[in-house]
């Protein structure tokens, strides 16, 4: 009998099994965010929820809205058709420069796209070919303050033919031009300038090509980018010569692989990862070369507290080093939040250089589990006047 049970049980674990939904995970290192449809969401700790959304703050994303570069649709993703809304996904990611798999994305029982690319100002083209329009009746803000955005190319499947709500659709989006020439004017920033720009019929969207796929054109467009980025690197004078060298190289076997048009969808999604990749990598370093200014760093477990002094404060996410009022989180250190977890501080070499400090109050007050200081050597107080409670409880 026990055995009888034994293999009923196993006969009916699929049915029991997760059902598959559709869901959002933040990789590499945050700077991307996917959107996956499976029955593997319990299988990652952090993954999100992908809505219906009223405001912003519901998103899982939304406090890593800052570090998003790029979106990717996993192949999974074309299996779902069930998504209603997608207002609100991609608003104030102010940093987002590429979509990846879009093509997998099924807008087909859509009804809301309410500021869904909202104040993406990095943003220079979009590619909405795929896009299936049929059911939506909100575009409200939907490309509102894309101030850098270019081109919308979109194809046989967009429509706005049920569209009741578009108010400043395309508010702020100075340089968006339609395929016919057609340029943005704050006078028409609803739906009724929704549509591909013909001869007599104006508009801000571009056609899509029928012979190039949408990996084709993210390859293509990161190409072109990415070209834009080399020239800017080498002006600036920022960046080292083997990064540059090294983003020209994949530049060149992208351009190869485009004009051979043979490479599998595979190949060419993996061409244009490892370009953006590249891309991101020479524009962090252009953001260098400000400033050289005292900073701290925790590590990614706050266990390791870092002090620089150099000019790699924004690319590092540094905090201020004071002075600081008091020990607490509103008027204390930036770290003060997590210093019970703080057993270690590292003093970087950079930071011998730093003569400027006239206070060290209170930056470790509360580290109870600190064991280890490094390179204390390379903490010059020659002009401290204040550590009031450096090393305080």
């Known amino acids: 009998m026990k055995k009888f049970l034994f293999l009923i049980i196993c006969t009916l674990f699929p049915i029991f099994a997760s059902a598959q939904e559709p869901y959002a995970i933040l990789i590499d290192n945050g700077t991307a965010l996917e959107f996956r449809y499976d029955d593997q969401k319990s299988a990652y700790r952090d993954a999100m929820d992908i809505g219906p959304f009223t405001e912003p703050i519901q998103r899982g994303w939304d406090n890593s809205a800052e570090g998003i570069y790029s979106v990717v649709f996993n192949e999974s993703f074309a299996d779902c058709s069930s998504i209603t809304s997608t207002a609100y996904w991609f608003a104030g990611l102010n940093n987002l420069e590429t979509f990846i798999g879009m093509e997998y994305l099924n807008t087909s029982n859509v009804t809301s796209m309410y500021m869904m690319f909202y104040n993406c100002m990095s943003l220079a083209s979009l590619n909405l070919s795929y896009f299936n329009t049929q059911n939506v009746t909100d575009m409200t803000l939907m490309f509102g303050s894309c101030n850098a955005l270019t081109t919308i190319t979109a194809g046989s499947d967009w429509t706005t033919d049920h569209v009741e709500e578009s108010g400043s659709m395309f508010e702020s989006c100075f340089k968006l031009v339609g395929g016919n020439g057609t340029t943005f004017s704050q006078m028409n920033t609803d739906a009724s300038y929704a ?174 589990n600190l064991t280890t200081i490094t390179d204390f050597n390379n903490l010059k107080t020659d002009n401290v006047t204040d550590i009031n409670s450096m090393f305080g409880d």
Not at 262 to 277: G, I, Q
Not at 297 to 302: A, G, K, P, R
């Open 195 to 368: 549509h591909i720009d013909t001869e007599g019929y104006p508009g801000y969207f571009t056609a899509s090509s029928s012979g190039d796929e949408p990996y084709w054109q993210e390859l293509n467009y990161m190409i072109e980018y990415g070209s834009e980025v080399l020239v800017q690197a080498r002006e600036s004078g920022k960046v080292d010569q083997w990064m540059l060298e090294e983003l020209e190289m994949f530049l060149e076997r992208g351009q190869e692989m485009y004009k051979e048009h043979t490479a599998s969808a595979e190949e060419v999604r993996a061409m244009t990862e490892d370009l953006e990749w590249r891309i991101r990598e020479v524009e962090e370093a252009m953001k260098g070369g400000g400033e050289e200014e005292p900073y701290a760093v925790l590590s990614e477990d706050n266990t390791v507290l870092t002090f620089y002094y150099d000019d790699q404060k924004e690319a590092r996410g540094g905090m201020d080093v004071g002075p600081f009022e008091d020990g607490g989180k509103t008027s204390g250190a930036g770290w003060s939040d997590v210093n019970e977890q703080i057993t270690t501080v590292v003093f970087d070499e950079s930071f011998a250089n730093c003569t400027t400090l006239t206070s060290t109050a209170y930056w470790f007050y509360g580290c109870e």
